[in-house]
T-cell receptor
């Protein structure tokens, strides 16, 4: 089955710096890679996703890049702000509709 | 849209008791997922339904867990008997029955079994 590895597990940055979170997956058939943000005590919420027919997607300060050959994808957050502090999860589908989540990255943005 | 609605938000029960968690998916979504979140194991998919039919229950930990979806707007996850190791946050999520359709999570039920 699909194995999704995510790192780092924690990431501390200063406000205004960039943050990068990386994930690798094992199933070469996976074709959809979402990223979810979970604030403390709240539900995971989709922030950006990418499909395998593109290599990069941007939405304001966040971007996701995909390398299908190497089977890894990354989340990039630029100009980080304290409200970006949360746990971020990547995910990949081992089959139709199923999503396997990474173990999460706790991002702390210090003012 | 009210989003995915779960109840209760918190549940505290004693070991051995039956626990029932409830979920109302987003109107029009015909796929429903139950996830469990713990510090040790992260987000685990327990079971999912398409058009009220269970498709994959391979993530259900054991026979003490059961899930039903009697209609398009309601699902339950039942644990009987409950054990302390079942303590976790249980999320329900819904989506459209299409490949790569984003999941919309409910606010979760925090279950504590003492």
């Amino acid at each position: 089955g699909e194995n999704v590895e995510q790192h780092p597990s924690t990431l501390s940055v200063q406000e205004g710096d960039s943050a990068v979170i990386k994930c690798t997956y094992s199933d070469s058939a996976s074709n959809y890679f979402p990223w979810y943000k979970q604030e403390l005590g709240k539900r995971p919420q989709l922030i950006i996703d990418i499909r395998s027919n593109v290599g990069e997607k941007k939405d304001q300060r966040i971007a996701v890049t995909l390398n299908k050959t190497a089977k890894h994808f990354s989340l990039h957050i630029t100009e980080t702000q304290p409200e970006d502090s949360a746990v971020y999860f990547c995910a990949a589908p081992p089959g139709f509709q199923k999503l396997v989540f990474g173990t999460g990255t706790r991002l702390l943005v210090s003012p | 849209d009210a989003g995915v609605i779960q109840s209760p938000r918190h549940e505290v029960t004693e070991m051995g008791q039956e626990v029932t968690l409830r979920c109302k998916p987003i109107s029009g979504h015909n796929s429903l997922f139950w996830y469990r979140q713990t510090m040790m194991r992260g987000l685990e998919l327990l079971i999912y339904f398409n058009n009220n039919v269970p498709i994959d229950d391979s993530g259900m930990p054991e026979d003490r867990f059961s899930a039903k979806m009697p209609n398009a707007s309601f699902s339950t996850l039942k644990i009987q008997p409950s054990e302390p190791r079942d303590s976790a946050v249980y999320f329900c999520a819904s989506s459209l029955v299409t490949d790569n359709s984003p999941l919309h999570f409910g606010n979760g039920t925090r279950l504590t079994v003492t």
